[in-house]
């Protein structure tokens, strides 16, 4: 044998060693997050952006990690559920493929779900896994890869969902990834929540993901309700993915009102040209919700101009003022009651809330009585819905009247939803641009109404100048109309007898 053959020989060897030892380590599992984020690089060809730039945010990483590390975590937990909030090419898709990927290949018998806000979305992100599958991970199939779902030699298994309460219904699986759940339908939304089931070494998640776009969408609801259940919130923006900026005149840059210098320490992927050029497409308000996940658009809610910031702060009862009470009345959809007080200035105080549905009217005045401070003498006027009047042709009585039996004498004035409306606007900020609302943070549920309560999305069949009637928000607001209207007009003020 020539040295040339011995050498091709040997190379030969080594090449094979090499491919051996690169396959071995597609199948060994990553035991830290650096090295996951090496073998996605290696593996897949993707550098998931592991820098944080606003301190309040996370990192994509940090999602990965957390979505792959917890079925094998040594400290006990009750579930893998997460929340993705992020911005508009932020990478959400890709990376909840990669997470899918991972799941599939690292955890035998693991039941993964893909559902999307529409069929679009559901193929996008199983495109991202098929387009993985056929880059080096064939061996891993048990058969070939379907169109909507595929399953795996060790006995895990992904499949797309359709957006409809039938297909989710039914399914026993350890996880669903929602994709841009904001677009998703509020039933097929709740019957999701209970397709995941734990197994002895896989924990359940339901992983929600999305972008928020509307301020009383989805979305909101679910991140605003993360505290209470304690699921974590990754979120990240456009600095967290956007490519490292080395060669620009930051006073020369349409960014620099935003960027502040974010950009030279980043170390993502999205480029500036084109972060760009959407900041120049977009509104300002849609610019900020989807690329700086600052706040969703307040293009259609009732009340932009209110702020937590400015109209929320402590604010208790005082003695020296009169107190008013406001209600909405409600079975299925929340009964409301208000507790008002207005100072020498002006300013409408909001101290407390009842809220709560499917009790009856005895229960709910029995409530109302608790939480009043100083007792019923100290109430000025209870001021309620004038539709609460109206006979009952069951009972043959109405809520006025059984409220009275119970001593509480309710006042109530006709009045139309504008009027109502354009008075709460003048108090959260009037023509000389002075705001005459404070609302104590007790109050969470009006708080949420301010915020939310909107108009009918354009085009629909709900469109027009009144706001939607949801059953979730427009009860508060419609508490706090009925105090405007008859405490800025109490001589017109409505009290009948019965």
């Known amino acids: 044998m020539t040295k040339s053959t011995m050498g091709n020989s040997a190379g030969t060897c080594n090449i094979e060693k090499a491919a051996n030892i690169y396959e071995s380590l597609r199948r060994t599992r990553p035991a830290a997050k650096q090295d996951l984020k090496n073998y996605v690089k290696v593996f897949l060809g993707i550098d998931v952006p592991d820098k944080k730039i606003c301190p309040e945010h996370n990192r994509p990483m940090d999602y990965l990690w957390h979505a792959f590390s917890a079925d094998f975590a040594v400290e006990g937990k009750a579930n893998a559920d997460a929340i993705v909030w992020a911005n508009r090419a932020g990478g959400k898709t890709e990376l909840a493929a990669v997470a899918t990927l991972l799941d599939c290949v690292f955890k035998p018998n693991c ?193 932009d101009e209110f702020d937590p910031a400015r109209h929320v702060r402590p604010v208790d009862y005082d003695p020296n003022l009169p107190l008013y009470r406001a209600l909405d009345f409600g079975f299925v959809n929340p009964f409301v009651c208000l507790w008002i007080q207005v100072d020498s200035a002006g300013v409408v105080r909001i101290i407390d809330e009842y809220v709560r549905s499917r009790a009856t009217i005895d229960v709910h005045v029995g409530e109302i009585k608790s939480h009043t401070p100083g007792g019923e003498s100290k109430v000025a006027a209870t001021f309620c819905d004038p539709a609460g009047a109206g006979v009952n042709d069951i009972t043959g009585t109405s809520v006025v009247r059984e409220l009275r039996t119970m001593g509480i004498r309710a006042r109530y004035r006709r009045s139309g939803i504008l009027e109502g409306i354009e008075l709460v606007r003048r108090a959260i900020r009037a023509g000389d641009g002075k705001g005459r609302l404070v609302i104590s943070p007790k109050c969470q549920r009006l708080i949420e109404a301010m915020r939310c309560y909107h108009y009918p999305e354009p085009g629909s069949a709900a469109a027009g100048e009144l706001p939607l009637k949801d059953g979730v928000y427009d009860h508060p607001i419609d508490a706090l109309r009925y105090f405007f209207v008859n405490h800025t007009r109490s001589a017109k003020t409505t009290t009948r007898r019965y």
Request: glycine fraction near 6%; charged fraction near 25%; include cysteine.
């Open 111 to 303: 039941r993964v779900r893909i559902l999307g806000g529409s069929g679009e979305q559901s193929g996008r992100l199983y495109q991202y896994l098929t387009t993985f599958l056929w880059n080096g991970f064939e061996e891993f199939l048990a058969g070939p890869a379907l169109k909507a779902k595929c399953s795996f030699v060790n006995g895990s298994s992904v499949e797309v969902l359709t957006q409809s309460a039938t297909s989710v219904r039914g399914q026993h699986i350890h996880k669903l990834r929602c994709d841009e759940v904001e677009l998703f339908d509020q039933d097929v939304f709740a019957a999701a929540k209970f397709t995941t089931q734990s197994t002895e070494n896989l924990l359940a998640a339901m992983e929600i993901i999305s972008t928020m776009h509307r301020p009383y969408g989805l979305m909101q609801k679910v991140v605003s309700d993360a505290v209470c259940f304690g699921t974590p919130v990754f979120k990240w923006c456009m600095w967290e993915v956007i490519e490292k900026c080395a060669d620009r005149s930051c006073s020369q840059c349409p960014l620099l009102e935003d960027c502040r210098g974010k950009a030279r320490i980043a170390d993502g992927y999205l480029k500036i040209d084109d972060c760009i050029t959407q900041m120049r497409r977009a509104s300002r308000a849609g610019f900020e919700a989807e690329m700086l996940c600052k706040r969703p658009s307040l293009e259609n809610v009732v009340f």
